[in-house]
Each structure stands twice: as structure tokens, then as C-alpha cells.
């Protein structure tokens, strides 16, 4: 039970700034719309570093966190010292669940996720754990895809833009206490993080953020992916628009075709682009523009307040929109609906 040096794995640099880790996590929280704003969240620990840093960032970002831990049984002594340190360390709900059958990663992981079903888990896999992943995953099935930020069961992952490193150098500096999982480096990922991108690291520093690059620049789109983009050119409306999940929307407008956010909660300080933004109201949200798109109780198109800020086209996609519901309040730097003069304050980096 301590904080040790943390294991070789990008960044290379092992300091962390506390605050700024943290702020990092929210912005992924935000972007993949996975914790409501002061949400409950029941975070699944094993006592080891990744978890621990997942509880207490999260409980310092003003997350309502509970924690629980499941006890396989497998480690003898060592398994209920976990949780006896998982009990007493973060208040977790201790359950005892043996495997049944042979007690392969897959059965211990969806043991894991039957407890809670109700409520909004969260897991502290992270980037290096999605590295992990993708090097299984084309090994054994050629194809690389890799953890999702949000399972359809209700199970998020908020540290997948953390390194491995990274939260075991958070746990040194805010003092946190953690256990280390002897057992790690007998499965199929321990012999991948212990051999395989060792060696991937002689051939390129980089590797590992170069690995994680498959999942943006595979050499063919998932297939849901590549249905919707066809769909979408073989159209013949005049404007059209393709949910390509993930928070992403492919958008034709005649000749043109461009990706967009889906609409964010603007229930707390937003990046969008090169915009800030803070609400000073409830129940709004951000978006990109969209033709037809008019200015609520003013009768304007926004494309009209554009040409006339002289905004340019290749920017008018990426401008962010306030709307509330399907009206749009406000459109930064530039106009605001009567009566939502004050709901937004945005500024340009």
C-alpha cells in the first residue's frame, strides 16, 4: 500500500500539476457528455492507482462519487486485503463475487459490471489501457478498436485522456495511498504492457500515442460509419445530416460536407474551437451552426449575422451556437436573442 515511482509510459515526464490533470478529465467528461454536471457517479476501485486517482478527481470535481469494490476471491489474503482497503479508503461497498467458470478476464470484467446495473458507473481505464486494447484487438482479430468512453450499460470512462504514469504520479502528489495487483503481469494485457510496448517503444518513442491514432486513422471507417457517410452523399436533398455517433455529425449542405458536435450541456465553462464559454442560465446547450438556423424572436438568419459580422466561411461551421431547446439564444461575439443578453459569457481565445 503506497505510492511508487510510476512505470515507464507516456508522458515522459512524470510531474503532474494536480489541478490541471483534473481539468483535463473534465473537459473529456464534457465532450463525451459522460457525468451530468454534479451528477452521481459510483466509481468501481480496486484499490490500485488508477482507480484511486478516478475517485478523488472526480469527488473534487464536485462529483457526487460512491465507490464500489467487487472481490473476486482469487488472491486469497491479498484479495481481501484490496478490499479491505477499498472499504476503508473510499467507503466502497465491498461485494464477494467468485468466478464461476475459469476466471478468463472477459467473465471477471462482466461479473464487475452486474452489480449497480442501476446506476451510473465509472471505471478508471486509461489511455494506456486503450493502447493495451488495441494491440489485443488486432492481434487477435485484426481490427483496431478500442474502449469505449461510454458503454450502452451505463459504464464511462472518464480517465481515457490519462496515462498510466500519470495517475500514479497524481496519487504521489496528493498523497493518496494505493495497492499494486500482483496478478497484473500474468494476464494477456500484463504480458502486452510488459513486453510488447516496451519493444514498440525501441522502434518509436511515440509508439504508444501513435497506436492510439488507429482508432482516428484506421485504413477502412467502422462500418455503421461508412453506411451513414454513403447515405449521406447519395442523397439527393439539398441538406442533409448523418448521426455518426460518438458525439459526431456528418453535415452536407448542397456541395459542401463537414463533421460537427453533437449539441453539448452548457451546464458549466465549454470549449468549443477557439471559444469560451460559461452559462449564467439553465437548460442550454451548444452546437455548430445549421442552415435555416434564425436568431430566436428577432426573425434573423444567423447566416445573415455572419455575412454582416463578416465572419468567414470557412468558419461559420465551426462557430459555436446557445440554443435553448431548438432555439438559438445566442451566437457569440456577435448577437444574442431579446431577453438572453446576460445568459452567456464567451470569449475568443
Given at each position: 500500500?503506497?505510492?511508487?515511482?510510476?512505470?515507464?509510459?507516456?508522458?515522459?515526464?512524470?510531474?503532474?500539476?494536480?489541478?490541471?490533470?483534473?481539468?483535463?478529465?473534465?473537459?473529456?467528461?464534457?465532450?463525451?457528455?459522460?457525468?451530468?454536471?454534479?451528477?452521481?457517479?459510483?466509481?468501481?476501485?480496486?484499490?490500485?492507482?488508477?482507480?484511486?486517482?478516478?475517485?478523488?478527481?472526480?469527488?473534487?470535481?464536485?462529483?457526487?462519487?460512491?465507490?464500489?469494490?467487487?472481490?473476486?476471491?482469487?488472491?486469497?489474503?491479498?484479495?481481501?486485503?484490496?478490499?479491505?482497503?477499498?472499504?476503508?479508503?473510499?467507503?466502497?461497498?465491498?461485494?464477494?463475487?467468485?468466478?464461476?467458470?475459469?476466471?478468463?478476464?472477459?467473465?471477471?470484467?462482466?461479473?464487475?459490471?452486474?452489480?449497480?446495473?442501476?446506476?451510473?458507473?465509472?471505471?478508471?481505464?486509461?489511455?494506456?489501457?486503450?493502447?493495451?486494447?488495441?494491440?489485443?484487438?488486432?492481434?487477435?482479430?485484426?481490427?483496431?478498436?478500442?474502449?469505449?468512453?461510454?458503454?450502452?450499460?451505463?459504464?464511462?470512462?472518464?480517465?481515457?485522456?490519462?496515462?498510466?504514469?500519470?495517475?500514479?504520479?497524481?496519487?504521489?502528489?496528493?498523497?493518496?495511498?494505493?495497492?499494486?495487483?500482483?496478478?497484473?503481469?500474468?494476464?494477456?494485457?500484463?504480458?502486452?504492457?510488459?513486453?510488447?510496448?516496451?519493444?514498440?517503444?525501441?522502434?518509436?518513442?511515440?509508439?504508444?500515442?501513435?497506436?492510439?491514432?488507429?482508432?482516428?486513422?484506421?485504413?477502412?471507417?467502422?462500418?455503421?460509419?461508412?453506411?451513414?457517410?454513403?447515405?449521406?452523399?447519395?442523397?439527393?436533398?439539398?441538406?442533409?445530416?448523418?448521426?455518426?455517433?460518438?458525439?459526431?455529425?456528418a453535415v452536407r449542405e448542397y456541395e459542401s460536407v463537414w463533421l460537427e458536435h453533437s449539441p453539448m450541456r452548457l451546464d458549466r465553462e465549454v470549449r468549443w474551437g477557439s471559444w469560451t464559454l460559461r452559462p449564467r442560465r439553465r437548460g442550454l446547450h451548444v452546437r455548430g451552426w445549421r442552415a435555416g438556423d434564425r436568431l430566436a424572436n428577432r426573425n434573423l438568419k444567423v447566416q445573415d449575422l455572419f455575412v454582416d459580422a463578416k465572419v468567414p466561411r470557412s468558419e461559420r461551421e465551426a462557430w459555436p451556437l446557445v440554443v435553448r431547446g431548438?432555439?438559438?439564444?445566442?451566437?457569440?461575439?456577435?448577437?444574442?436573442?431579446?431577453?438572453?443578453?446576460?445568459?452567456?459569457?464567451?470569449?475568443?481565445?
Open positions: 500500500m503506497r505510492c511508487r515511482t510510476a512505470a515507464l509510459g507516456p508522458p515522459y515526464n512524470f510531474s503532474v500539476e494536480s489541478a490541471a490533470l483534473r481539468a483535463r478529465i473534465e473537459d473529456h467528461v464534457r465532450r463525451q457528455d459522460l457525468i451530468p454536471a454534479s451528477g452521481e457517479v459510483v466509481c468501481l476501485v480496486s484499490g490500485g492507482p488508477d482507480s484511486t486517482s478516478l475517485w478523488h478527481a472526480l469527488g473534487a470535481l464536485g462529483y457526487r462519487v460512491s465507490a464500489l469494490h467487487v472481490n473476486h476471491k482469487l488472491r486469497g489474503t491479498e484479495s481481501d486485503e484490496d478490499a479491505r482497503f477499498c472499504g476503508e479508503r473510499f467507503g466502497a461497498e465491498v461485494v464477494e463475487a467468485p468466478p464461476i467458470g475459469g476466471g478468463s478476464e472477459a467473465e471477471l470484467r462482466d461479473l464487475r459490471y452486474s452489480f449497480a446495473s442501476g446506476a451510473l458507473r465509472a471505471t478508471g481505464h486509461t489511455a494506456s489501457d486503450q493502447v493495451e486494447t488495441i494491440l489485443y484487438r488486432l492481434a487477435s482479430s485484426g481490427t483496431a478498436t478500442g474502449i469505449r468512453a461510454h458503454r450502452e450499460d451505463g459504464v464511462v470512462r472518464p480517465l481515457l485522456t490519462v496515462w498510466r504514469a500519470e495517475t500514479e504520479a497524481y496519487c504521489e502528489v496528493e498523497g493518496l495511498p494505493f495497492r499494486v495487483d500482483s496478478s497484473n503481469d500474468e494476464t494477456v494485457r500484463g504480458l502486452i504492457r510488459r513486453e510488447i510496448v516496451p519493444a514498440l517503444r525501441q522502434i518509436h518513442p511515440a509508439a504508444e500515442e501513435n497506436v492510439l491514432r488507429a482508432l482516428q486513422q484506421g485504413g477502412r471507417l467502422a462500418r455503421p460509419i461508412e453506411k451513414a457517410l454513403l447515405e449521406l452523399l447519395a442523397s439527393r436533398e439539398g441538406s442533409k445530416r448523418v448521426d455518426l455517433g460518438g458525439g459526431r455529425v431548438q432555439e438559438v439564444v445566442y451566437v457569440p461575439g456577435i448577437a444574442a436573442a431579446p431577453g438572453w443578453e446576460d445568459a452567456v459569457e464567451g470569449e475568443r481565445n
